[in-house]
């Protein structure tokens, strides 16, 4: 699959994880991340989203990484009701760029470091300003940073994998 292919694919799945976490937000509730830790449902959309915006960056570029995040937040709105969609919509476009800030200048010293790196920073962020905004309460952090912990882990450990799997295919 091309780096293009690859990108395409990343940006349809970025731009869908936000409508997703609203939705799942909405309509599931709270789930288990952890033995006896919950959140909200959409923590693992969320969690998906800080890595599939890395990946948006690194196959088509920042300009495209930076126009996927203000799509996000605009479908942030298409879905959910206005005070769950601005709650989301804001702290998704605080963390999406504090995120790129931190990607963009670690990405040359390996791609799971900055992933891991800018979903650090991306995570804690976004449960932040999320569950103040739209819960008023921080009832639901460690669950919030423990779901988003897993989905990074998982994304880092995948792209891992996938770059020995290209490495090994080149040098045959």
């Known amino acids: 699959m091309t780096r293009t292919v690859s990108g395409i694919a990343a940006l349809v799945g970025y731009a869908a994880t936000i409508p997703a976490a609203n939705l799942l937000i909405t309509y599931v509730g709270a789930v288990p991340v952890a033995p006896g830790v919950v959140a909200p449902s959409g923590v693992y959309a969320a969690g998906a989203a800080l890595v599939l915006r890395d990946l948006v960056h690194e196959w088509l570029g920042k300009w495209a990484a930076l126009l996927a995040m203000a799509v996000g937040v605009a479908l942030a709105y298409l879905v959910a009701a206005p005070a769950l969609a601005f709650a989301s ?73 996938i770059h020995r799997h290209r490495t090994a295919r080149t040098a045959v």
């Open 89 to 161: 919509a804001a702290a998704f476009a605080v963390s999406e760029l504090a995120d790129f800030a931190v990607y963009a200048p670690l990405r040359r010293r390996g791609m799971a470091l900055a992933v891991v790196a800018s979903g650090a920073v991306g995570l804690v962020v976004d449960s932040v300003l999320f569950l103040g905004l739209a819960f008023g309460s921080y009832e639901f952090l460690a669950g919030q940073i423990i779901g988003k912990v897993w989905m990074t882990l998982a994304a880092a450990l995948v792209i891992v994998v």
